[in-house]
């Protein structure tokens, strides 16, 4: 079930710019970071981000409750003024079982209050439901549920 465009770019929490496919972005992450800005829409879009780049090597389906990214929206956090929430950013969406929009994000399987890195390998994509359900428990490994990330060469 596809939302309406209407309502897509209805957002209390951010200021919508555009809606883009999954592979546009994937495609155009940029790995050198002090080179990482590119133009879209008139606005630097950072496009070296950590979230990016675990969407691309780990896919976009959430580990947990399966929902699948479906669309980015080029969005601007409205009041957050952290310089990183005010920049525009790609946002990945799924859709959930009731038709509504559901935000998905990177989960750190190693939770940072725990001690968890920021690397990739310690990086899983989960939508925002399953990582606020989630909080920071560590991964569960003795009853048969694996963690589903491979480690990296
Ligand atoms: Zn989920």
């Not at 990482?36 to 389906?61: E, H, P, T």
């Not at 359900?133 to 991964?139: Q, V």
Request: overall charge positive; hydrophobic content about 30%.
């Amino acid at each position: 079930m596809k939302p309406k465009l209407k309502r897509e770019f209805k957002n209390k929490t951010y200021f919508r710019m555009g809606k883009f496919p999954v592979n546009y972005v994937l495609d155009n992450i940029i790995d050198n970071k002090d080179e990482s800005d590119i133009a879209i829409n008139g606005v630097n879009v950072y496009m070296s981000s950590q979230r990016y780049k675990l969407f691309k090597y780990k896919g976009i389906r959430c580990i947990k409750c399966g929902i699948v990214g479906e669309y980015f929206i080029l969005e601007q956090h409205r009041q957050k003024s952290a310089y990183e929430s005010k920049r525009f950013h790609f946002n990945l969406y799924g859709i959930d079982k009731n038709g509504k929009e559901m935000l998905m994000t990177k989960d750190h399987i190693i939770p940072k209050s725990k001690g968890g890195k920021n690397g990739l390998h310690n990086l899983q994509p989960m939508c925002m439901k399953c990582n606020n359900e989630k909080d920071d428990k560590m991964p569960k490994n003795s009853n048969g549920r694996k963690i589903r990330w491979k480690k990296q060469n």
